[in-house]
């Protein structure tokens, strides 16, 4: 009897000692950045390296803490967004109600960043989104902040512009049918029209198709209807874009007229493949996409990512990495809160030099500077070259 | 030594005694009758030999090997091929594909040479020789292009029959082979079975109720009652019981 | 409708219902000698695409090879799934339900196996190596060499499948089995051996299947999950037991999906991107209003013919 009561006392003594050691380690502070990405899905590649941006990111952090004395640290928690609207939802409760995060870096697509909207304003939560353009996302006075890339409102005039100067009467818009494909063929068919463009076809495919011969179809027997001097644009995801021109490539009326597309169109994958490559020189392939001019930081960013996860950061991969630094420079700023992060975060974003480009928000928490390059496919289909730029605040198009 | 020896075998379902310490033996050459009362558990034991029903207990000893843990298909491979009460055939295919189906190594029997059909052609063709001759003792060799479906509830019978033969058993088990039959086909069936006992020596073990038609042909024969053997014997010994008559003909 | 879009939609509608018909055919035969509804299926599909690609990657482009490759990997990873779960559960004597749900989750696994390793070594969105090019061009008919081998490929394969079935000792055996597997066991059929060669075809299929819808679209970890709905909307058609039912199914299904689709949107403003609601629309129509899909018909006109 006696011998039990020892050993009772004895875990008594223990977990106390345990529980007295965890709290004085508890002097440091540690504020919680939630990551919600997509990590499963079409898109999983991207949310997997977006997560080591951001990973990066909290590691230099953490260290320059550290370094300096300071009792706060930065720990990360992130959840996947199944690339969906109520996964984005799904996930951005997780992270709130287990780690009680008052700021998530993330989602990605517009779809995903309206779905967590609802969620992050009744509960005060910041959202730093890093890639998401969609117009539809543009809302003053929420909770959401888009500080890398500018919305489509802008990049739509650009692509307006270059259609009438390629002297295209008429264009055909095929577009992926989400947030983000209907504000961008929204806002180009307003901008075109308002610029003096005729009649506009459009055409939109579902998400999740994985192959698009019905829609090519459909946008050559558009084409064909306006006649020769009509234009295609292609708003499609990555994956979406490899099997359209898969299909399109064929096609003696898509492979005859001049192409615009968004900027997945230009991924690597793309130009790998000789016939798509072809396809893409033949059609004088022009993307308007986020300038892509480096800052002094942008090597130093790259040096980081390969000596720390010994592999070359993916596209955008630093524009995590700069959502991760504002949102972070903002909680030390305003402290571990939402209501706070929310008011002081354009304030600190105003006065970030990031890896990829200054950010300057506007009254919807957007980017604001818009400063885009054009390019174009080389003749022979092997890169794309920077022709030109365009800028947004002014409207206008500049060629090199 | 005796071809089938069954050692206390014994079968619940759930609280239900459906065999209850068995033990029998079949020497081989004989043609065996079953009988007992409906409910006996006559067919439940002709399911434990062939493997179609898993042991609670006992042993199946065929040609001195234990094989109470063997699966249908493998207890067929042994030896022992079984009819059924309604007959069970395959209906949507012809008398021939029904013989030809058991037949052991088959060269168009594996996927990459399946679509090869010369490889296979000759191999086919012997086999199916060999099913005209076994259609042939039955007397359904003209029929063998006939579906299984168009036949006739004897020939149904003599069909099942064939296909057990197709696999070269000892051991024949037959769960009320005349059954639905009509009284002079059901004398034809019994006299298939007493020629290929003669003929080719093969074993048969009978569940039947047609006692008349039985005692004719059976060697030797077993009672059932209430999952128990109840008796054994030749077949005066068996007519003449007095607890044989109580239990099946309620005198 | 214009004579070019009327065309053209024809001609993917061959297209596309020959690669669904080697998809279906394989849910079909799954359905009718295993009782099980594989939603795994569309994984065969999408590890044949990686084994084609990476085949083709390593330089090799002869299509045969290429398919060959396809078939190989396909029927392994049916064979494993089936050896690795689907048998024990079989063994323990589940539900219905769980074999589905069963069939849900190694396709899970399978799938983020080739997201793993598609991670790993960056393979996403890549095509098979085999260039594209335009083999016949008469007006409005435009055909590509991979309209030239999709479309025989298909057939043949499809032509073999039932000949195999219908004529040779295997086929007798899995005919049995689907017709009544405890009688197939009790007359000696070894029925474990027949069951893993039925699942090495179904997966060979597919693995063709995906090899050849890698030509069409994209490889990816998802491109045979993309095709799925399609595939059970095609097999269901043909009421999940008849093989000529299932390959009219899968034509069926294309034209929905293509002529019809653009038919739909070029004179009533349909948008195309409710191609993917097509074939749902199809499943749950035979469902409710003939479950038993073309069986009846085809039996009917198989009887009218002799």
Known sequence: MLRKLLAVLMIIAVSTMLGAAVAAQDDMETYVLGVALPFTGSFGTFGQDFERGIDLAVAQMNAELEAAGSAIRFETASADTEQTPEGAARALQTIVQT?????????????????????????????????????????????????????????SKAFASIALERGHQNMVVLYVDDPFGNGMNEHFIKNYQARGGGEVASFAYAPQSTELSTEAAAVSAALAGFGEDAGFFCVCFPGAAEAFVQVAQIDPVLTSVKWLGNEAMTSAEMLEDPGHAQTLANADFVTVSQSADSTPLTPIFHADFVAMFDKEPGIFTNYAFDAANIAMLTMLA????????????????????????????????????????????????SAFHVIGAYDGNTDTITYE | MPLLELENLQKDYGGLRAVDDVSLAVAEGAI???????????????????????????????????????????????????????????????????????????????????????????????????????????????????????????????????????????LLLLDEPTAGVAPKLAYDIFRQIARLRDDYGITFLIVEHRLEILFDFADYVYVMHLGNLLAEGGVDEIASDATVREVYFGD | MPPALLT?????????????????????????????????????????????????????????????????????????????VFKPL?????????????????????RYILFTMADYFNLFDLRIAIPLRIVLRDGNLILSNLFAWVVPTSVILVIILTLLLNRSPLGREMRALANNISLARVIGIRVERVKNYAWLLVGGLAGVAGALWGLQTAVHPLMGWGAIISVFAAAILG??????????????????????????????????????????????????????????????AEELQR
């Open chain 1, 334 to 381: 305003a402290g571990n809160d939402g209501a706070a992060v929310k008011s002081m975060l354009p304030f600190i974003s105003n006065h970030y030099i990031g890896t990829a480009v200054q950010a300057f928000l506007d009254e919807n928490g957007d980017q604001a500077i818009a400063s885009y390059g054009i390019r174009q496919v080389a003749e022979d289909g």
């Open chain 3, 8 to 84: 053209t939609s024809l001609v993917n509608t061959i297209q596309i219902g020959s690669l669904y018909a080697l998809m279906a055919l394989g849910i079909t035969l799954t359905f009718s000698v295993m009782k099980l509804p594989n939603f795994a299926h569309a994984e065969y599909v999408t590890a044949g695409a990686y084994a084609a690609l990476i085949v083709s990657l390593s330089g090799v482009l002869n299509p045969l090879v290429i398919m060959i490759a396809a078939f190989a990997v396909g029927a392994l990873s049916a064979l494993i799934s089936h050896l690795a």
């Open chain 3, 90 to 110: 079989e063994g323990r004597d589940v539900s219905f339900y769980t074999l589905i749900l069963s069939s849900f989750a190694i396709g899970l696994i399978i």
């Open chain 2, 32 to 170: 065996i009758g079953l009988i007992g009362p409906n409910g006996s558990g006559k067919s439940t034991l002709i399911n434990l030999i062939a493997g179609s029903a898993e042991l609670s207990a006992g042993r199946v000893i065929f040609a001195g090997e234990d094989i109470s843990a063997l699966a249908p298909d493998a207890v067929f491979q042994k030896g022992i091929a079984r009819g059924y009460q309604e007959p069970s055939l395959y209906f949507k295919m012809t008398a021939l594909d029904n013989v030809l189906l058991p037949v052991k190594g088959q060269r168009g029997e594996h996927p990459w040479y399946a679509p090869w059909r010369r490889y296979w052609q000759r191999d086919e063709i012997k086999h199916a020789e060999a099913a005209a001759a076994v259609l042939d003792q039955v007397q359904l060799r003209q029929r063998f292009d006939t579906l299984a479906s168009d036949l006739s509830g004897g020939q149904m019978k003599l069909l099942e029959i064939a296909r057990c033969l197709m696999g070269k058993p000892r």
């Open chain 1, 99 to 155: 780690t009680g995060a008052q700021v998530v870096v993330g989602p990605l697509t517009t779809s995903e960043v309206l779905g967590a909207k609802q969620f992050a304003d009744e509960n005060g939560v910041v959202i730093v989104a890093m890639a998401s353009s969609g117009a539809a996302a543009s809302i003053p006075g929420d909770n959401i902040f888009r500080v890398i890339y500018p919305p489509d409102t802008f990049s």
């Open chain 3, 239 to 300: 009421g999940l037991s008849s093989f000529s039912g299932t390959v009219l199914g899968a034509y069926v299904v294309a034209f929905s999906e293509n002529t019809v689709m653009l038919f739909l949107n070029a004179n009533y403003g349909l948008d195309l991107a409710f191609k993917p609601a097509i074939p749902f629309i199809i499943i749950i129509a035979v469902l409710l209003l003939r479950p038993q899909g073309f069986t009846n018909l085809i039996k009917r």
